[in-house]
């Protein structure tokens, strides 16, 4: 038997399961697509929803060579020998390469200005969003597709095509697992499929799950869902809604994520989002970095567990995070100011030592007055205002 995800691979947009947004007849792609003018595209999204099987329809379309390269072993060379190829031809050749995101730099500047002088047509797939894995030389030149997991429908079609072109039977029970166990992947369920049609023509619930005991976990695989989850993660930190912040962390320990990058957003959010309304919250998410770098899982979900319930209780201040964004913001639309004689290395004639003045004295600081950070007064924020403002009051009782 053939490899049933080759074998009923469609060979026309219209044929394609799911993915309306880009396959409905007033889709903007299709309408790309039949109008020939097709532009070097990057598709993103899940495993199995058809990124390589919708470079092939585009291929088959245009009428153009097609050259499915891995980016995962790509070598420059491998460029260089296709452009040469039809260069200063009429012909324009298809270049897919897939797992684009694994392109290094270098491998990513090649490709540059082949795509701005149209010399190719290229097209990537990725399961992680090319905002973040690709240059921005990239993405300025292509069109970014997403491509989404198929809905139960979409499955449920491609099943019953499969029953209609092959010899077997399938029990409702049977039908229903194979459908919802693949996570909106094709190309899992086709699998499963095929090999139980090894077993028997005669699929049941029970066979199925002796080849795959558990539903496939679309966790954190894909980057939509990678992200997706981090971000709601830390959203539920921020509103302080403890089970929700615990029911996303679960799931992103369900889906085989890194406790040190789950601890490296929480490290960030304890600075960013508490900040000195609780000063303890960052010792705490350090040491909690430090702690899931040594110890791992299973135990360092308890860990992690104990920080993210510490910062969605802590009270929550961005006061810091804003203040240095304002300071920033103004650095880079304004000239430098230059810094006063009396604070410039070394030590200039001028400069006042605040601790001959008991901790405080009154001088400038810079040529110009800015004022960048305004306390929230939000928990151990509110001491820190009262302390700053017995310091600099000082001077006016005098």
């Not at 029953?163 to 039977?169: A, G, W, Y």
């Not at 981090?230 to 912040?245: E, H, Q, T």
Request: proline share 5%; glycine share 6%.
């Amino acid at each position: 038997m053939e490899n049933l995800s080759l074998a009923f691979r469609p060979k026309k947009i219209e044929e394609i399961c799911g993915q309306r947004h880009l396959t409905a007849s007033n889709a903007p792609f299709f309408k790309l697509l039949k109008s020939g003018k097709m532009p070097h595209c990057m598709f993103f999204g899940p495993p199995g929803t058809g990124k390589t099987t919708m470079a092939r329809v585009v291929a088959n379309a245009l009428n153009s060579p097609f050259y499915e390269l891995d980016a995962t072993s790509l070598k420059v060379e491998e460029f260089r020998k296709i452009f040469a190829q039809y260069q200063g031809g009429l012909i324009k050749p298809l270049i897919f390469v897939d797992e684009v995101h694994r392109l290094s730099k270098t491998q990513q500047e090649v490709l540059l200005i082949p795509m701005e002088n149209q010399s190719a047509i290229i097209i990537g797939a990725s399961t992680e969003n090319p905002y973040f894995s690709l240059t921005a030389g990239i993405r300025s030149r292509a069109m970014l597709f997403e491509f989404k997991a198929l809905e139960h429908e979409d499955l449920e079609k491609i099943l019953e095509n499969a029953q209609k072109q092959l010899d077997f039977t399938i029990t409702p029970e049977a039908k229903s697992y194979i459908i919802s166990s693949s996570a909106g992947d094709s190309r899992s369920l086709l699998n499963l499929l095929e090999y139980a049609l090894y077993v028997s023509k005669e699929v049941d619930l029970e066979l199925l799950k002796n080849l795959r005991p558990h539903a496939l976990k679309d966790g954190v695989s894909s980057d939509d869902t990678h992200y997706n989850l981090i971000s709601a993660m830390i959203k539920s930190v921020r509103g302080s809604d403890i089970d929700a912040a615990l029911y996303y962390l679960a799931r992103l320990i369900d889906g085989g994520e890194s406790p040190d990058f789950i601890a490296r957003r929480l490290v960030i959010l304890s600075s960013e989002d508490i900040g000195n309304a609780n000063p303890n919250a960052l010792n705490l998410a350090a040491s909690t970095l430090s702690a899931v770098s040594k110890i791992g899982y299973p135990e360092a979900r308890i860990i992690l567990a104990q920080c993210v319930v510490y910062l969605a209780s802590s009270p929550k201040s961005n006061s810091s995070y804003v203040a240095v964004g304002k300071a920033q913001k103004y650095v880079s639309e304004n000239r430098a100011l230059e810094v006063p004689e009396h604070l410039k290395s070394p030590l200039n004639k001028g400069y006042i030592y605040p601790h001959d003045f008991g901790g405080w004295v009154k001088q400038s600081y810079l040529a110009t007055p800015l004022k960048f950070y305004t306390s929230q007064g939000i928990g151990f924020e509110k001491t820190l205002l009262e302390w700053h403002e017995k310091i600099v009051q000082k001077d006016k009782k005098k």
